[in-house]
């Protein structure tokens, strides 16, 4: 196995990067248990903090299994999808003709849940912007999006107009960013009550949900999303 290819970003990012070539190319099929910790600790020359946060971002991928006292095993996401040209909704339905309208129900500065801290990869204490949004065609709901975006990368994004535009747009218009992947997870759901208010749809409606996280340059997670879209 390959040792730690050094790139610019931080390090859990070359850690991250390294285990997940092991699992793409087959050196741990799904199923296989990976090195401890300190294993990987001592084979990359870090921390086993690094080790754990770059252990977290793949759990968070469904990359690998976290099983308490057992270790970390090799996985598959059900439905993963990577877009190596990152395209926000408002931008795919562009392209396609279709002019959407985004109504903003709330931002806010909060913190995160603990499965949206190890997706972004933030410090303990750190705060994200949690960013609510519905999106309409021609007056009619069709997705309840939420958006969490590290306070710290972008300060001040809840002053900007998060209603008219491009999340995404703005972000690389304002703080100099580019998204370069973006990584969703698809699987139905059926609507929550909450859920089912905003889309006009009866509770338990089969909707499709898509979690994801959006990467900037050097591999950097700057969203963690959360949709659902009605038929």
Not at 82 to 101: D, I, Y
């Amino acid at each position: 196995m390959a040792g730690l290819d050094v790139q610019t970003g931080p390090r859990y990012l070359a850690v991250r990067r390294a285990v997940e070539r092991w699992i793409r190319q087959g050196q741990f099929p799904e199923g296989a248990r990976l090195p401890s910790e300190g294993e990987l600790a001592r084979r990359f020359g870090c921390s086993r903090m690094t080790v754990r946060q770059a252990i977290a971002a793949l759990a968070a991928e469904g990359l690998v299994q976290r099983r308490h006292g057992v270790g970390t095993f090799a996985s598959r996401p059900r439905a993963l999808r990577r877009f190596w040209t990152v395209l926000s909704f408002t931008e795919e339905m562009r392209a396609h003709g279709v002019e959407v309208q985004n109504h903003l129900l709330s931002v806010r500065r909060e913190r995160p849940s603990e499965a949206v801290r190890r997706a972004l990869a933030l410090a303990p204490g750190e705060l994200v912007y949690r960013i609510r949004r519905l999106r309409l065609v021609a007056g009619h709901p069709v997705a309840y999006h939420v958006s969490c975006i590290p306070v710290r990368i972008c300060p001040g994004l809840d002053g900007l107009d998060l209603a008219s535009d491009s999340l995404y747009r703005l972000v690389e218009e304002h703080y100099g960013y580019r998204f370069t992947r973006c990584e969703r997870v698809y699987r139905p759901v059926r609507a929550t009550a909450p859920e089912a208010r905003l889309l006009e749809v009866p509770p338990g409606t089969p909707l499709l949900l898509v979690e994801g996280v959006a990467f900037v340059d050097a591999g950097l997670p700057v969203d963690a999303c959360y949709e659902v879209y009605r038929e």
